[in-house]
């Protein structure tokens, strides 16, 4: 499982690096805050495997019976800033007023919602949020569905393969149709009484992240190359 999550950083690192090299082909506005994004998903992984370092150093004690005990929540919080973060990103492809201020109103809702989920709810340290998995998945699904409809509308969908917004949809799409029916699953079953579930569990994360985002790199390298997309 380590070197599983180690994959995962290599693989997030090489997506930021390639937004960063993309951005300095195209400096907009949505190529700048993706990098960022991407930047604070690496930071927030790096962080996240304090409980992994304690456990090799056989140190858990530390933390036990502690809020750190387990890190859901920061994951937590992850969950939330990439259901906004994707929403909003898709929001500015979009030139419709109405389908902006319709997913502004939207991304309020469900900040608001999903924070006052993990506060009154008592997920927030011991599970994911099934609010913000369910929720923030169809937000994030409605955000590209708009997007798409006005790219079936546009004459861009001509030069679709050059755009990196298309690129980042399907990454997207793929690990939000993947992945969140397995953590909601793992809520209600420990993996441990359940192992079977393990290797299922691992190869679904694996195999979506790496799709996501050597989808997304791919797009950054062929997109770097076209000045507006």
């Known amino acids: 499982m380590n070197k599983s999550l180690l994959f ?17 082909r195209n400096k907009s506005k949505s190529a700048f805050y993706l990098a960022a994004y991407l930047g604070l998903t690496v930071l927030i992984e790096i962080i996240g495997y304090y409980t992994v370092l304690l456990k090799a150093l056989e140190r858990l004690d530390l933390i036990e019976g502690t809020f750190w005990e387990k890190n859901f929540w920061l994951y937590n919080i992850q969950l ?4 906004v973060f994707y929403t909003v990103y898709f929001k500015w492809q979009l030139t419709s007023k109405v389908s902006k201020k319709l997913l502004s109103i939207v991304v309020i809702l469900f900040s608001i919602s999903a924070v006052a989920y993990l506060i009154f709810s008592g997920v927030y340290t011991v599970a994911f949020s099934p609010f913000t998995l369910i929720a923030g998945t169809l937000m994030v699904l ?21 755009s990196l917004p298309f690129y980042i949809s399907i990454g997207v799409i793929i690990f939000n149709l993947c992945t969140p029916p397995l953590f909601l699953y793992s809520m209600f079953f420990s ?9 299922i569990y691992t190869l679904v994360i694996f195999g979506s992240n790496l799709i996501m985002y050597s989808i997304f790199i791919l797009g950054f390298i062929i997109c770097s190359r076209v000045r507006k997309h």
Do not use: K, W
């Open 142 to 162: 409605f955000s590209i569905g708009l997007y798409y409809l006005e790219l079936l509308q546009s004459d861009l969908i001509l030069n679709v393969t050059r």
């Open 191 to 199: 993996l441990t009484n359940n192992p079977e579930f393990v290797p």
């Open 8 to 24: 995962f950083l290599l693989l997030e690192t090489l997506a930021f690096v390639a937004s960063l090299y993309h951005y300095r």
């Open 80 to 83: 939330i800033i990439s259901a």
